[in-house]
């Protein structure tokens, strides 16, 4: 058995989140990919991404952990260490896929977010508001020998809630409740110090430049989803 195959397997799909058809050269679903070398060879693949927040209009900011033991365990190094995410991210495995297609969005994010977060939600108090493309080289690597690249289709989900979170100490460091305005303002400045991006496919390629050390880095695909879904994100939405 190669080391890779005991992986999380993950959905490889193309600019538009279509999975991958067909048979590769091993024989098995061109679908599936494991984590290790979709990170190592930036190969697009189906992602989530959520923003919960409360009934004061705040959004949880969680501040991912510098290193995640369980992947280095396997030889995959840490993705974006010591980011901050609005509010949480993860994947959608090949065992989500019934045909072509997700069985159920909701269930993937709902499990995501009770991982991270330790929040259990109903689904209604989720809504999966629209899908986005990126990618991007992980800036922590820059200069070392280690090369790690996210490339993926992502669906963005609000979740509404007031339970206060619990975070997951192997994934994440500390987390804050933040107010969407001063949230939207402090996005959109990192977005004109630090980033470079290039719109010109459904795959946006994002560049995070070098920062001050005392600069809160935000993560590329909640930079992405907070540009294409700023009504979505930061206007107050009633609870369900």
Avoid at 110 to 137: K, N
Avoid at 217 to 223: A, E, K, M, Q, V
Wanted: aromatic share 10%; proline share 5%; with cysteine.
């Amino acid at each position: 058995m190669k080391f890779e195959d005991s992986q999380e397997i993950l959905i490889a799909c193309d600019a538009n989140g279509n999975p991958v058809q067909g048979i590769d050269a091993r024989g098995r679903e061109s679908s599936k990919v494991e984590r290790g070398p979709a990170h190592r060879f930036g190969i697009t693949h189906l992602a989530l991404t959520f923003t919960y927040k409360n009934s004061k209009n705040q959004i949880y900011l969680a501040q991912r952990a510098a290193r995640r033991d369980d992947l280095e365990s396997q030889r995959i190094p840490t993705p974006f260490g010591d980011f901050w995410d609005a509010s949480g991210a993860g994947h959608y495995r090949w065992s989500d896929l019934v045909g072509n297609s997700l069985v159920d969005k909701k269930t993937r994010i709902r499990c995501e977010l009770a991982e991270e977060l330790g929040v259990q939600v109903e689904p209604e108090a989720i809504r999966v508001v629209g899908t986005f493309g990126y990618s991007s080289l992980d800036p922590n690597y820059r200069g070392s020998r280690i090369y790690v690249k996210e490339s993926e289709v992502c669906y963005l989900a609000v979740i509404f809630g007031d339970h206060e979170p619990q975070p997951n100490s192997d994934e994440i460091s500390k987390g804050e409740w933040i107010g969407s305005e001063a949230l939207q303002k402090q996005a959109e400045d990192f977005v004109t110090k630090y980033v470079v991006h290039n719109d010109d496919s459904n795959i946006i390629n994002i560049i995070i430049k070098n920062t001050d050390k005392q600069v809160s880095l935000l993560t590329p695909w909640f930079l992405i989803a907070q540009a294409r879904f700023p009504e979505e994100i930061y206007r107050y939405w009633p609870p369900p």
